[in-house]
């Protein structure tokens, strides 16, 4: 996948590539296409071809991971970056329910991340994420909630959504990019990277970004993702995807008394499609959700997806009731929507 910067300079490849990225750069609060390019441009790492100062190694789900680093600063983190990958990856494991797969459909046996000092700028290849994250990104989250832990969690899940089953063409851009920030603020959950008490906050910036996006009610989440738009819609595609991620969750944990959800979406596309011949496109995903829900979400899709309007999230689910849940004076938290709120963000867990 690209970095925003060879985006904008290639942009015509972007649809051929089979990745997303992550690209944390203030691009999307900077008023010109123009600063967009010098932050980037400034951001880029300085020679790529530099050999690493320190090598990491270690094995989870009996696959090898290799922890290049390229800068004496994120040595410290070594443990936790560890950590982080570790747990990640076993927890994406059972998500997609296998390893990611290689284009010929073999597991991955090994995959390397390439750790490098700069400000969240990210990209995932197959079997190799390269990174730009710094400490001070925790006590500053880029946008707010950008810390380097989501970052790396956001890349490794582009191991399975991307490189095992890839998307047919940048209308798939809110699926690859939203829904796979929404799984990466649910895995940052689960790991306790995010405190309940932070969670409402956290989760309503991307969701407010969206519909502060200028294309809001303009352009669909399909057409956002296409070309140099997603980055110049930035939260269009990702917080708007992330909206229709946990809107969709919600739903069908909703009419299933919470006995489906869109887990079951992601093992599907993992069984179902690959990154070559069987690519998935929106149709494929309504297709694939009505199913395995034995609901119609064709309207859903029509409007809110394929369509211009804009998803009224509150209409399926408020991140304001994860607030009440932990504080339940104004909020049931023992009502269907109270449980179904506690299992999709692991509040129960100790
Ligand atoms: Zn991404």
Redesign the pocket.
């Known amino acids: ?1 690209q970095t925003l910067w060879q985006n904008l300079r290639y942009g015509a490849r972007t649809q051929l590539k089979r ?4 690209v944390l750069a203030l691009i999307a609060l900077a008023s010109s296409l123009s600063l967009a390019l010098i932050l980037s441009c400034d951001a880029q790492p300085q020679g790529r071809n530099t050999s690493a100062i320190k090598i990491e190694r270690f094995t989870v789900s009996n696959v090898e991971v290799n922890l290049h680093y390229f800068d004496q600063r994120l040595v410290p983190l070594d443990a936790r970056i560890k950590a982080v990958v570790g747990q990640a990856f076993s927890e994406a494991v059972k998500l997609f329910g296998g390893l990611p797969k290689d284009s010929s459909g073999a597991d991955y046996r090994r995959f390397q991340i390439n750790l490098r000092y700069g400000s969240g700028e990210a990209e ?1 290849d197959p079997q190799l994420i390269e990174i730009e994250m710094n400490e001070e990104m925790e006590r500053k989250p880029i946008f707010g909630y950008g810390t380097w832990q989501h970052a790396l969690i ?2 490794m899940l ?1 191991f399975w959504n ?1 490189e095992t089953f890839g998307y047919a063409s940048g209308r798939e851009q809110w699926f ?2 939203g829904v ?1 920030e929404y799984y990466a603020f649910r895995l940052a959950i689960k790991l306790g990277l995010i405190s309940k008490e932070d969670i409402p906050a956290r989760l309503a910036l991307p969701l407010g970004y969206y519909l502060n996006d200028s294309g809001i009610g303009a352009l669909s989440l399909c057409e956002a993702g296409e070309g140099a738009r997603k980055f110049q819609h930035y939260f269009l595609v990702y917080g708007g995807g992330l909206a229709a991620g946990l809107a969709l969750d919600f739903d069908v944990r909703a009419n299933s008394g919470n006995a489906k959800s869109l887990d079951d979406l992601m093992k599907a596309l993992y069984r179902g499609f690959n990154r070559t011949d069987k690519l998935y496109t929106t149709a494929a995903l309504q297709a694939e959700l009505n199913r395995l829900t034995g609901r119609d979400y064709s309207e859903f899709f029509r409007r809110y997806i394929a369509g211009r309007e804009v998803l009224p999230i509150g209409q399926y689910v408020s991140v304001s009731d994860l607030y009440f849940v932990n504080n339940p004076r104004r909020f049931e938290a023992t009502s269907q929507k109270g449980r179904i709120l506690k299992e999709m963000f692991y509040l129960d867990q100790k």
């Open positions: 996948m990745s997303g990225s992550f995932c956001h890349e582009h991307a690859n990019e796979t």
